[in-house]
Nanobody, 119 residues
Framework: QVQLVESGGGLVQPGGSLRLSCAAS????????MAWYRQAPGKQRELVAV?????NYADAVKGRFTISRDNAKNTVNLQMNSLKPEDTAVYYC???????????????WGQGTQVTVSS
């Protein structure tokens, strides 16, 4: 069974920084994409950043957040700088992967980690 475990959330003041990490474990054949989503209270879950061979970011975080990936360790990180109160949300790790070359690509989610930006 595949597990995605996030860490690094917490409370930070506006203008501060946080680094989120996510580790995928289990019998994984290949990971095609890893991403971070977030969901604020009363809002739909939205894509923050995704990394495949390239990276893509939501307009709201461009220039402030950086996604990176360690393929050897099956981890993905999200460095968040210049945080704003509107970045407050539960952040979820997402992976699109195969358990074997014979199986289709499936999507997996972490349990979420809370990020709160407040003075």
């Amino acid at each position: 069974q595949v597990q995605l475990v996030e860490s690094g959330g917490g409370l930070v003041q506006p203008g501060g920084s946080l680094r989120l990490s996510c580790a995928a474990s289990g019998s994984i054949y290949n990971i095609y994409a890893m991403a971070w989503y977030r969901q604020a209270p009363g809002k739909q879950r939205e894509l923050v950043a995704v990394i495949t061979g390239t990276t893509n970011y939501a307009d709201a975080v461009k220039g402030r957040f950086t996604i990176s990936r360690d393929n050897a360790k099956n981890t993905v990180n999200l460095q968040m700088n210049s945080l704003k109160p509107e970045d407050t949300a539960v952040y979820y790790c997402n992976a699109q992967l195969q358990l074997s070359r014979l199986l289709p690509v499936s999507e997996y989610w972490g349990q979420g980690t809370q990020v709160t930006v407040s003075s």
